[in-house]
């Protein structure tokens, strides 16, 4: 026991030093707060830019909740250490951001910090935000100040101890987080700049797209070689890996209309990338969904990951098993040999999408099916029915088994215990 406490004196004694250390990390100086800047009717300009800067950071889809006002908050975020609830931002004086100046705003964005200098979790990423330029800032507070009121106190953290404490926090942003600014390079052209001030600011990208360590902190804002999002069991796929989802080889319009209607020749949007797509992307202006395309383009691309080969045989049962029940539940739709129906439903048959490592998101879209996004480009999007009730674990492990192995496709075998992990959330 002595030992034990010994070692947590030294453990506390090594991160207050390292917070000291660190200190000019999280330093928030508010000399330069104002008071609150009323929204002038000559500045509709930049309003209309921040509602539009507000649809490509996808700000609703955390702070809208289900059912609930636009942009009053409320929706519970999960993470490890408990959940996050994110809060009111529209003009109420008493709730929202009413007696925010757009010195508070910025101050949020970019360094992290609340009205009263509250240190913010990380749940809301201004890691990432903190590379929008002041001017961007201010345009998105405008346009928050013309929402219509809403009384609606936040909803309280309930975050485990010691994540729930400020001291905690000021540890994590000295270890994993200092406000920076975009910086444009001069040698790149004008579109892959501003593809990559969308992907790795506004759009924080690496949110998702990105392994996390213990502490919840991602390896670097421009780390986008993929990951399993905390609490969903949702892999978002490396953009940086040719097996996975990178497009080195797709052609830019592609891209776009991948991005711009969740559906494009070489591939379609699912999972939470669907409800990006819908909240967000379609949004975008075609100069910008170019601009995403061109940076996405260019990301430098990992060899694929080499997978061990499954002894011969050793599956035999299990592919036919699967056969048997691709051919009474998936042939109708996705084809006898996986070719899928061009337009409607995916092929599987060389599908990377289905052979991926982890195969959470496989195993997802046949428990609760899904949609592609409804968007401009794609208002009626075909579906898949949830399997969840009609197929048992052992029946999902077997079908999916049998196409990771066929139509030239070379995937791992899915086990009765992965189907069982990701049905009951306790993935990766």
Request: hydrophobic content about 40%.
């Amino acid at each position: 026991m002595a030992r034990l406490l010994l070692a947590l004196v030294l453990i506390v004694a090594m991160l207050a030093g390292a917070v000291a250390a660190l200190n000019l990390r999280d330093e928030d100086p508010v000399a330069e707060i104002q008071p609150a800047d009323a929204a002038r009717p000559e500045d509709q300009a930049v309003i209309d830019r921040g509602r539009y800067l507000a649809l490509a950071g996808n700000c609703a889809g955390c702070h809208t909740a289900r059912g609930g006002e636009p942009y009053a908050g409320g929706t519970g975020i999960d993470t490890p250490f408990g959940t996050v609830h994110a809060s009111n931002l529209t003009p109420d004086a008493a709730t929202g951001i009413g007696e925010w100046s757009a010195s508070h705003f910025w101050r949020a964005m970019h360094n992290g910090r609340s009205r009263d200098g509250r240190r913010l979790y990380p749940a809301f990423p201004y890691p990432n935000y903190t590379r929008i330029t002041r001017e961007d800032s201010d345009a998105i507070y405008a346009w928050l100040r013309t929402l219509k009121p809403v009384v609606r106190p936040n909803t309280p953290d309930t975050l485990r101890f010691p994540y729930n404490i400020q001291w905690s926090l000021a540890v994590w942003r000295a270890l994993f987080f200092e406000p920076g600014i975009h910086e444009p390079q001069a040698d790149r052209s004008a579109p892959w700049n501003r593809g990559a001030y969308l992907v790795n600011g506004l759009g924080h990208c690496n949110a998702c797209h990105s392994g996390r360590n213990l502490f919840g902190a991602t390896s670097g804002t421009l780390d986008l070689s993929g990951g399993l999002i905390p609490m969903q069991n949702w892999y978002a796929p490396s953009l940086e890996a040719a097996d996975e989802a990178g497009v080195a080889d797709w052609e830019l319009r592609d891209i776009g209309d991948l991005l711009g209607k969740g559906v494009s020749r070489r591939g379609s949007v699912s999972g939470p990338m669907a409800d990006v797509v819908f909240r967000s992307m379609q949004h975008l202006s075609p100069q910008d969904l170019q601009a995403v395309a061109v940076f996405l383009k260019d990301l430098p691309q990992a060899p694929p990951r080499s997978r061990p080969e499954a002894a011969a045989g050793a599956f035999d049962a299990t592919v036919q098993q699967g056969r048997k029940l691709y051919e009474a539940n998936c042939a109708d739709c996705h084809g006898a040999q996986g070719e899928g129906v061009p337009g409607a439903y995916p092929p599987l048959a060389r599908n990377r999408a289905v052979t991926m490592d982890p195969p959470s998101n496989v195993v997802r879209i046949v428990l609760g099916g899904g949609f592609a996004p409804a968007t401009a480009g794609n208002p009626r999007p075909y579906g898949m029915p949830p399997y969840a009730t009609a197929l048992n674990d052992a029946e999902i492990a077997a079908v999916l088994t049998m196409i990771r192995a066929s139509w030239g496709n070379n995937g791992s075998p899915v086990t009765t215990l992965d189907v069982h992990r990701y049905r009951s959330g306790r993935g990766g």
